[in-house]
């Protein structure tokens, strides 16, 4: 909205500010980190069920002898997560951020989880060690180690008189029997992770595969979970770990430490062992596809034995060598035929050769009259070469004769 024009003859400033801008400022100036993801501690007062199904209510506190009062709004959505009955009166911390709004004039903490008080401090406590054991790398996926194949002994950290041990040995008996090296540990109350993250130890190295497991229950129940002592057993342990706390929907921090999560005890013995029965059906099915192979591969030989052992037949091989010396003698009369006809080829290039050298050879020529002239070694090529007084040597057919030359003529002059 644009500010509004006030009249100079009122005595007033040229503009105002609207509520709605002021409502802006505001808002923008609340826009801090500070009053983001926080915690808040308080009690409920002044909430009634709405028909919506969202939660508008207050925290309050007591202090300087004064009471503070904050108005709070969780919607239905995040509502459903409480594992407690919303009542005026309870002591809580919240966690959520502060907002103006602007219609209404209020400013609101937006709820997104609550707990009770005790409760809420040890889930703040688990948030801080679970930043403290990330930053160590004790969640790290190049930590992980895989699951044995075929393990011949598993260990078990768990209660020796819950439900959970007699599940366990009920799934791997039914599965692939494997001897189960149990190390007893309560799983529950003050102090309990010592005696969890000993027991862990204590199979360390000597089995093959370890089950960290207990039933469902609250946060509270599995708190000891949560513990740095118990992740830290975990992810020193050499031999793999698998975390099995709780139900599908609980998570402890030894599920992150752990080489693998289960989300029940009963999971995590499946997850240990194969199924002996479904291994049957895969070697049943194997040893049929080797019966078959084989199978072909015998019939193949025999076939090309049987093959083989025609092939051998004296007969046989008689008719063979009979043919290939039949090849070899016609192969030999073509060769011989081809060389005569390539000697026959070449004699006769050799001949018209040989009456063609026969014809250009100068003593040939000279049988027919003519006479080749030379002086001093040279042959006389043009009457020019010759002086009056020269001794010259003519060679003709049948030998020779020495003359001396008695005049030189010329074309023009004859």
């Not at 009634?48 to 939660?55: F, L």
């Amino acid at each position: 909205m644009d500010q509004f024009s006030v009249s100079p003859q009122l005595g007033l400033p040229a503009s105002v500010l609207s509520v709605s801008e002021i409502s802006e400022i505001i808002s923008e100036a609340l826009d801090d980190d500070q009053l983001h993801d926080i915690w808040v501690r308080g009690e409920i007062s002044g909430y009634k069920p709405h028909q919506s199904g969202h939660y508008y209510f207050s925290l309050s506190e007591q202090a300087h002898g004064k009471t503070f009062v904050i108005e709070c709004i969780m919607w239905q959505s995040r509502g459903h997560t409480l594992d407690f009955e919303f009542q005026n009166g309870l002591a809580v911390i919240t966690f959520g951020y502060v907002q103006f709004h602007g219609p209404s004039g209020r400013l609101k903490l937006y709820a997104q989880e609550m707990y009770r008080v005790g409760e809420g401090e040890k889930h703040l406590l688990v948030e801080r060690w679970k930043k403290e054991l990330e930053a160590e790398g004790l969640f790290a996926e190049e930590r992980k180690k895989p699951l044995p194949q075929f393990p011949t002994r598993v260990g078990v950290v768990t209660s020796p008189t819950g439900a959970v041990l007699q599940d366990i040995k009920n799934i791997l008996t039914r599965r692939y029997p494997v001897e189960i090296v149990l190390s007893p540990t309560a799983v529950q109350g003050d102090m309990v992770h010592l005696e969890i993250a000993a027991a862990i130890r204590k199979l360390d190295g000597k089995v093959n595969v370890i089950i960290v497991g207990r039933g469902g229950g609250s946060f509270e129940d599995l708190f000891p979970f949560n513990h740095p002592d118990v992740v830290r057993a975990i992810a020193n342990c050499t031999t793999p770990v698998i975390s099995a706390v709780g139900h599908e929907t609980d998570f402890v921090l030894a599920d992150f430490a752990a080489d693998q999560r289960a989300s029940t005890p009963s999971v995590a013995a499946e997850l240990v062992v194969p199924d002996r029965l479904e291994l049957a059906r895969e070697m049943k099915d194997y040893n049929e596809r080797m019966r078959i192979s084989l199978e072909t591969k015998v019939q193949s030989a025999i076939e090309l034995i049987e093959e083989l052992r025609l092939r051998l037949q004296p007969r046989r091989i008689k008719r063979r060598i009979d043919e290939k010396r039949e090849e070899i003698a016609e192969r030999e009369e073509n060769m011989e035929r081809a060389i005569l006809a390539k000697i026959e080829q070449s004699r006769s290039i050799l001949h018209g050769q040989k009456a063609i050298l026969e014809e250009r050879n100068p003593l040939t020529i000279l049988s027919r009259g003519y006479c080749i002239a030379e002086k001093e070694g040279r042959v006389v090529r043009s009457a020019k070469d010759l002086r009056t007084g020269d001794r010259i040597r003519l060679r003709m057919a049948g030998g020779g004769a020495g003359a001396r030359i008695e005049e030189v003529y010329h074309d023009e002059e004859v």
